[in-house]
């Protein structure tokens, strides 16, 4: 069983000790996708951008999950600021321009050759040309080898130092990384669907309590009722499902006795500190803050989504 990372640097070890029969490779975004497709691997993390470049509609490839909340971009097209595109600000602005004939057409250097002259087909723009380039290509325009580019975008950063811009409707496609799966695979082989069920809850699990917090607390109250009704009347205090209460017991003159309840709520990590004073407020004391590592909810609507597309 393979599975692949992007973002090779590392030399990492190739199996995970949790999961027993996986092996993971680090390859370069396109190779993953490439050997994919080729059945040299079964699952593979990379970006949606590359999936859809070298995966090009090939129906094996499945995307499990289209949103893992990293390697965030779009692909774009781009033209310089200056010169005759100083006042062009949109696609259709760029088709219009009378600088392009069949003889000087537009031209663009992209390392997407299936998507870029896709997406321009589609927007039916006539006298184009397309060169690649592995890098740089941000260079291109002042060098005088192309008019425009279509590239990954991200900050703008890379853009704004070549003095380029974007314009409106020139995004090709909007993308992260993903997790994408050979059907095949999937189809012939029940320990890579075992596998690709538990990576897939996982990886929700985990997205789902990134950001959030758990805040346990004690509260003096007469009832664990009456606790609840003072916790709920607070809008940041009413957790994923609503708070836990318990009672905290301890020994008065030889008696067991209830004065406080510890309070157990879930909250998301931007809302930290209004809760604290909503918590306090309230009379909670003793506001214990600790990271959440995965929230594991009722079975996952893309687990059901993989099932139905693989007929199953
Ligand atoms: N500036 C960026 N910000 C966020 N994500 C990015 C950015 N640039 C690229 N990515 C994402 O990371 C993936 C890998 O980027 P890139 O194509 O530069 O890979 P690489 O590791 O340099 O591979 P190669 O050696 O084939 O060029 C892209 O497919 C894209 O999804
Ligand atoms: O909008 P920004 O935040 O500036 O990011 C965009 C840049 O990031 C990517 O390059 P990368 O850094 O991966 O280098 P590469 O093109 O050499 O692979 C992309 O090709 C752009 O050059
Ligand atoms: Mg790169």
Redesign the pocket.
């Known amino acids: 069983m393979v599975f692949t990372e992007?973002?090779?640097s590392q030399n990492l070890d190739k199996k995970v000790e949790e999961l027993s029969n996986l092996e993971v490779w680090f390859q370069?975004?396109?190779d993953i996708v490439r050997k994919l497709w080729s059945g040299d691997l079964d699952i593979g993390i990379?970006?949606?951008?590359?999936v859809s470049e070298y995966g090009q509609g090939n129906e094996d490839l499945i995307v499990v999950h289209d949103a893992l909340e990293y390697?965030?971009?779009r692909l774009s097209l781009a033209i310089p600021k200056y010169g005759i595109f100083e006042s062009i600000n949109s696609l259709h602005e760029l088709a219009e321009m009378p600088q392009w004939t069949k003889e000087r057409p537009l031209r663009i250097v992209t390392g997407f050759s299936h998507l870029g002259p896709k997406f321009l087909k589609e927007k039916g723009l006539e006298h184009v040309s397309f060169s690649t380039a592995?890098?740089a290509l941000e260079a291109a325009p002042a060098m005088g080898i192309a008019d425009a580019i279509i590239d990954?975008v991200?900050?703008g950063m890379t853009l704004r130092e070549n003095d380029l811009k974007e314009i409106e409707g020139g995004v090709v496609l909007e993308?992260?990384?993903v997790l994408v799966a050979s059907r095949r695979s999937l189809n012939t082989r029940q320990d890579v669907l075992e596998i690709t069920h538990e990576i897939l809850e996982r990886l929700e699990a985990h997205l789902r309590a990134t950001g959030q917090v758990t805040v346990v607390a004690n509260m003096r109250g007469k009832s664990a009722e009456e606790v609840a009704e003072r916790i709920l009347s607070q809008t940041s205090l009413s957790g994923l499902q609503g708070p836990t209460i318990s009672p905290v017991y301890c020994k008065r003159d030889g008696k067991i006795v209830v004065d406080y309840y510890a309070l157990v709520i879930c909250v998301p990590q931007k809302a930290l500190y209004k809760s604290v004073k909503q918590l306090r407020s309230i009379g909670g004391s003793g506001v214990l803050v600790s990271d959440l590592t995965y929230i594991f909810e009722e079975e996952t609507p893309r687990w059901r989504k993989l099932l139905s597309q693989l007929g199953l």
């Open positions: 992007m973002f090779a370069r975004p396109k990379v970006g949606f951008d590359t390697g965030a971009c592995d890098g990954l991200s900050s993308s992260q990384a």
